[in-house]
């Protein structure tokens, strides 16, 4: 029966002879939408495997290509605590998308299940919550994926309609942990906790009048419309959403998060009139969060403020509560023994790296994608991670937070609002405001501007926070851009032998130059990134380095 059922369930959805592979990569299954049936069913195969395994745990499906083209579709896989899908998965899910033949499928499944200790007769539950964003194939993917579920005899396969990415990470999790896990749960707890940030905003006599407007770029996307349905609950700030998703516009077409930090202009939908204010931008999926100020009236040119600068806020707000809990002013009085750890990549930008450092902070590198980084920031009772292109989330381990709580209900009896208890709440409210599964442009935005508020700050203070290196990013088509091994979180070139040398003595040309080359995990092409203390000098240090790469 159970053999039957996975027969079936391939045979609907064929490969067709002659189309390209099929790679997991950084972030799931992704091509153009129509040709991505047969990879999204057999996703759903694996989402039930993963949840048979687990013990029937909750495990995710999410149809969404992020910040691609409309035309693209793809599938994220989201395991059982809320994150990616673990990686020792991922050879079986590569090769469950290739297997050629409904019958090639069937071998791989019941060999993987031997394996992994898999009971396939139907006598344990699973059970894998499904969703997608706005894409006109979203639908038919979601039919597919739902199929491929059901592959799987025991394997209950829940719809949770249409969602950003982190709102369908943050449900798994939270249904995982026995916690509230509904669409109006995840807004009340983000509603909520984003209050309870700024009802704890110092009052400041004579304190400027916070510039309270902020403009949204929505991708044309399904973070757009999810705002639009809250941004009334959302207290003292005055939201306007464009590209919001609701007809204006083309999917991450001259707008959202991506473009915005790749090309530094004006996505479509801003004019001049809009200088005046704060500006945000997500993805396709609203899992990246970047933030712009047009930089003048007559001007296409934006200042931006990417990944690298809004870790940097988020630590100088942290780090100021801890040090009020731990602070001078309270002596052996509930001190947290805190371990704080900052996570960048290589594509952070030097000018950020050094500001951290400059705080007496330790900075890890990991390689790109979320996977990576969330791992290490794992590691830490508060992890922090950004990559600069706006993917990034700040994460409380459960013994901190347990701490916190203990201090919290102990300084309440005997310090109630006392800088300390304050302090504490900050913290409390913080790791409830920010999506503990992985990087979300709304919960991170809201925690962007409670941070703000505190501050006191303005866009500018913001921005002067650093000054960013100029930096120039560069594609290469290769032969076989395996060929290219990384090492010191993809930094430095190991193979082919000699490239890094032919590419460190490029870098000992220029003033502050870095440069690193990295296969991309999400296109087959080399990718080449620059800095340098000038435009013109990180441009030709990229186009130096890429041609050695060619
Ligand atoms: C994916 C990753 C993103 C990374 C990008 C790099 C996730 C959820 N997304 O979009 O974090 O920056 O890939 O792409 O991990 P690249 O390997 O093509 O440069
Ligand atoms: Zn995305």
Not at 42 to 60: E, F, H, I, M, N
Not at 330 to 356: E, H, K, M
Not at 372 to 385: F, Q
Not at 430 to 435: A, P, W
Request: charged share 20%; with cysteine; hydrophobic share 40%.
């Amino acid at each position: 029966q159970q053999r039957a059922a996975l027969l079936e369930a391939a045979s609907l959805f064929p490969l067709s002879p002659g189309g390209a592979r099929f790679s997991y990569g950084t972030a799931g299954f992704r091509a153009e939408g129509a040709t991505m049936g047969p990879a999204v069913c057999r996703a759903g195969t694996v989402a039930a495997l993963r949840s048979l395994k687990l013990g029937g745990a909750a495990v995710g499906v999410v149809i969404t290509a992020s910040h691609n083209p409309v035309r693209d579709n793809g599938v994220k896989i989201v395991d059982a605590d809320g994150g990616m899908l673990s990686q020792v998965w991922e050879p079986f899910a590569d090769a469950l998308a290739n297997a050629p033949t409904p019958d090639s499928l069937l071998q791989i499944v019941l060999k993987f299940a031997k394996e992994e200790e898999i009971t396939l007769d139907g006598s344990h539950s699973a059970q894998v919550l499904l969703a997608r964003d706005t894409r006109p194939t979203g639908e038919y993917l979601l039919d597919a994926a739902m199929k491929g579920v059901n592959a799987v005899i025991g394997a209950v396969a829940v719809d949770m309609g249409i969602l950003t990415t982190p709102q369908l990470h943050w449900m798994v999790r939270c249904k995982n942990r026995g916690l509230k896990s509904s669409e109006a749960d995840y807004f009340s707890q983000v509603i909520d906790s984003f209050r309870c940030i700024l009802d704890l905003v110092p009052k400041v006599e004579g304190a400027d009048f916070m510039n309270n407007r902020l403009i949204v770029d929505g991708a044309n996307g399904i973070g757009g419309l999810k705002l639009e349905e809250i941004k009334q609950k959302i207290s003292r700030l005055d939201i306007h959403v464009r590209n919001s998703g609701r007809g204006e516009g083309i999917l991450n077409e001259k707008c959202g998060a991506d473009f915005v930090q790749k090309e530094k202009v004006v996505p479509l939908g801003f004019g001049p009139a809009d200088s005046a204010f704060r500006c945000a931008s997500f993805d396709g999926d609203a899992d990246r969060l970047v933030y712009f100020r047009i930089a003048s009236s007559s001007d296409t040119r934006i200042d931006l403020v990417d990944g690298d600068k809004i870790l940097s806020l988020f630590v100088l707000f942290i780090r100021e509560q801890l040090d009020i809990i731990n602070g001078k002013d309270n002596p052996g009085n509930g001190v947290l023994p805190t371990r704080f750890g900052v996570i960048q990549t290589a594509y952070a930008n030097g000018a950020s790296t050094d500001f951290l450092k400059n705080l007496g902070l330790e900075v890890a590198f990991t390689p790109t994608g979320v996977k990576y980084l969330h791992k290490k920031a794992l590691e830490y009772d508060i992890g922090i991670y950004f990559e600069a292109n706006g993917h990034g989330t700040v994460l409380f381990s459960d013994h901190f937070v347990s701490q916190l709580e203990s201090l919290t209900s102990e300084l309440s009896s005997k310090a109630v609002g006392s800088s300390q208890h304050q302090a504490a709440m900050r913290l409390l409210a913080t790791s409830q405001l920010i999506n503990q599964a992985i990087g979300d442009a709304l919960s991170g935005m809201l925690l962007v501007e409670a941070v703000l508020q505190y501050k006191g700050w303005s866009f500018q203070n913001w921005c002067d926070l650093y000054t960013d290196l100029p930096s120039r990013q560069l594609k290469v088509k290769v032969q076989d851009r395996t060929a290219i091994i990384t090492t010191d979180a993809e930094r430095r070139v190991c193979e082919p032998s000699g490239l890094q040398e032919l590419i460190d003595g490029e870098i000992a040309n220029y003033s502050h130059g870095r440069c690193f080359v990295r296969p991309s995990g999400t296109e087959d092409v080399v990718r080449v990134y620059a800095e340098a203390s000038t435009e013109e000098a990180a441009d030709s240090l990229a186009k130096q380095v890429a041609q050695h790469v060619e």
